[in-house]
């Protein structure tokens, strides 16, 4: 019995080490501007900067575009750390898949160190595969050669926002509302309470609630996460990733 | 009399359980299985789309004059033999996933050729349209090989799920079986080259 359970064990562990176990977790609050490099090539303000401007077309257009900084690759190619990674945030709306990743590796020699834009499937029209690597080899290459990587990621930002932007607008997409405040459960529930003092009145008060109504109660408070929401425990200051798809499309090379 | 009322009420308990238990796994099975299915459709759609890009290739190569035709003509074949094997989404047996595969990775393998020996032609090299190719290319292969990966993690999920006590008596009963999987690819080698090359470029 202890052998099997052992085996058991070891099943379900080989199963949690895929691949995915090896890319970060999503921040908590989600940002966009992801520097978890040890390599200090943003300094605070720099990255406060880009998160600010891709927060802010974030909110305008629905398009997330997310910049991650690693040291390591953890053996992965880096199309599929990019797409990988994206896929397990969930960069993009669930329905456009409009997220972009770009992922940057600074240290190393040249070919060693790595930069992959990977466009979400809804993006791919509006950012095909060569346009990445224009938008690499001109805007961004030029200023990460002088190690200026804030102005390169500035202008490369700027590329891809460009494109994006005629593919998915705020006219397209109506933000949803996670867990957001219904206007039906507040009048149930003023009707459930108005209703309960008007009869514990009549009866000259006493008697709780029966269990029914405080079911209904409960679950009115409950669902959909009451009146606080989600989103903004966990949304950043853009709504929070949405679950968008990658395809293995976009990019990389070395500079 | 009453005893017999418990009992009744016991074995109508569990009988209801069960059928509960057992529509909720026939459902989730239904679901999976779809979702393998569906994903087999994005594997199509990442092939295809390797079918459809090499078709300019050949035009571009050809207007380099001077390159080896029995590579080009090695892809060509290979190439025009995987267009005739198209499967089914809703009907695949292991035995067509196979075959569809090979003929998939011997046109995958000589365009990994083709691409490879392409190094020793400046003249190729020179051609913008050819340099542009050798983007794409690469988008091509990245994608098929993620959409390959997520068709096993999902074919994984269903088999597993369906393999597992008690779920196996439900799928057995259900007619539910074990998807194919996606071999490891042959010829993958044939990738790296053409990434390192690009890289020293």
Known sequence: ?255 | MKKGTIILGIIGFILLVSVFNGCGSYNSMVTMDEGVTAQWKQVGVAYQARMDKTKNLFEIVQSAADFEKSTLTDVMEARSKATRIQIDANNLTPEKMAEFEKAQNAFGSSLGRLMAVAENYPNLQAVQAFRDFQTQYEGMENRISTERIRFNDAAQNFNTYIRRFPKNIWARIFGFNKRAYFEAQAGAEDAPDIKKMKEAN
């Open chain 1, 1 to 255: 019995m202890k052998k099997y359970s052992f085996l058991f064990l070891l099943f379900l562990s080989l199963q949690v080490f895929g691949q995915a176990a090896l890319i970060p977790e999503r921040p908590s609050p989600n940002r966009l501007v992801n520097n978890l490099s040890s390599s200090g090539i943003l300094t605070n303000n720099e990255e406060e900067q880009l998160e600010r401007k891709l927060e802010t077309f974030a909110n305008q257009t629905s398009n997330q575009i997310v910049i991650v900084i690693v040291d390591d690759l953890q053996g992965m190619e880096a199309f599929q750390y990019a797409t990988e990674l994206g896929q397990k945030w969930g960069v993009g709306q669930k329905d456009q898949d409009n997220g972009i990743v770009i992922l940057l590796k600074p240290l190393g020699g040249p070919g060693v160190r790595q930069l992959f834009i990977a466009p979400g499937y809804g993006l791919q029209g509006a950012i095909p595969d060569l346009a990445t690597k224009q938008i690499r080899e001109n805007e961004m290459y030029p200023y990460f050669k002088e190690n200026k990587f804030y102005e390169g990621l500035d202008k490369g930002t700027d590329a891809l926002m460009s494109l994006a932007k005629g593919e998915y607008n705020s006219d397209q997409y109506a933000p949803k509302k996670k867990g957001g405040f219904k206007l039906w459960k507040l009048i149930l529930l003023i009707i459930v309470i108005v209703f309960y003092i008007l009869r514990n009145n009549r009866r000259g008060g006493g008697g709780g609630l029966s269990m029914g109504t405080g079911f209904l109660l409960s679950s009115l408070l409950n669902s959909g996460g009451g009146f606080g929401g989600r989103s903004s425990s966990d949304g950043g200051g853009f709504g929070g990733f949405g679950g968008g798809s990658f395809g293995g499309g976009g990019s990389g090379g070395s500079w």
